[in-house]
């Protein structure tokens, strides 16, 4: 089966930075979804990536997907306190939803 | 659109006792999805479904876990008989097609005492 690890494991940063969570694959990536979720709430989907070099963005999100390295980056410009939460990225070997795996989060916490 | 709806959102059980999740997905989505989330193992797929047909149950722990679907509209998770370490958060999702993202429903908090 697929593993995800991501790192870090949490992030503590101050209002306005810029911040990357990373992503990386045991197995070749052929779709990579990033989701977030609040405490006591589902996951919200945020990006689908499907081709190598793909690279999405959202409001001051941005993912990109590099196949070779099995890796996906989330990067976030100036952060703000409603970015925090628990970011998860989740891939399966095939590139369906059907058997998504999930690393196992990490941790955003935004002072303000 | 009401998204994904499960029910309870919290559930508190003694250890020995049955306990039915419920899910309701989205409208006109075919595929529905039941995901365990613990600190330790995060989150895990335990089964999905297609056309209500269950398609790949390889992640239902054991013999205690079943799930049905009997129509588009409704799903449920059953455990007979819980155990303390059934204790996690079980989150229902559904897409319109196995290729499409997953939207998630709220979770059942699950504490077997």
């Known amino acids: 089966s697929q593993e995800l690890e991501q790192s870090p494991q949490s992030l503590i940063v101050q209002e306005g930075k810029n911040l990357t969570i990373n992503c990386t694959s045991s197995?070749?990536?052929?779709?990579l979804y990033w989701y977030k979720q609040k405490y006591g709430e589902g996951l919200i989907f945020l990006m689908m990536?499907?081709?190598?070099?793909e690279e999405k963005s959202h409001e001051k999100i941005t993912a990109k997907l590099d196949e070779k390295k099995q890796q996906s980056s989330l990067h976030i410009t100036a952060s703000q306190p409603s970015h925090a939460g628990i970011y998860l990225c989740?891939?399966?070997?095939?590139?369906?939803?059907?058997?998504?795996?999930f690393g196992s989060g990490t941790q955003l916490t935004v002072l303000p | 659109d009401a998204g994904v709806i499960q029910s309870p959102r919290h559930e508190v059980t003694e250890m020995g006792q049955e306990v039915t999740l419920r899910c309701k997905p989205i409208?006109?989505?075919?595929?529905l999805f039941w995901y365990r989330q613990t600190m330790m193992r995060g989150l895990e797929l335990l089964i999905y479904?297609?056309?209500?047909?269950?398609?790949?149950d390889s992640g239902m722990p054991e013999d205690r876990f079943s799930a049905k679907m009997p129509n588009a509209s409704f799903s449920t998770l059953k455990i007979q008989p819980s155990e303390p370490r059934d204790s996690a958060v079980y989150f229902c999702?559904?897409?319109?097609?196995?290729?499409?993202?997953?939207?998630f429903g709220s979770g059942t908090q699950l504490s077997v005492l």
């Open positions: 999702a559904s897409s319109f097609s196995t290729n499409e993202k997953l939207f």
């Open positions: 197995k070749t990536l052929y779709g």
């Open positions: 990536l499907q081709k190598g070099g």
């Open positions: 989740g891939a399966s070997s095939s590139g369906s939803a059907r058997q998504l795996t």
């Open positions: 409208s006109g989505h075919n595929s």
């Open positions: 479904f297609n056309n209500n047909v269950p398609i790949d």
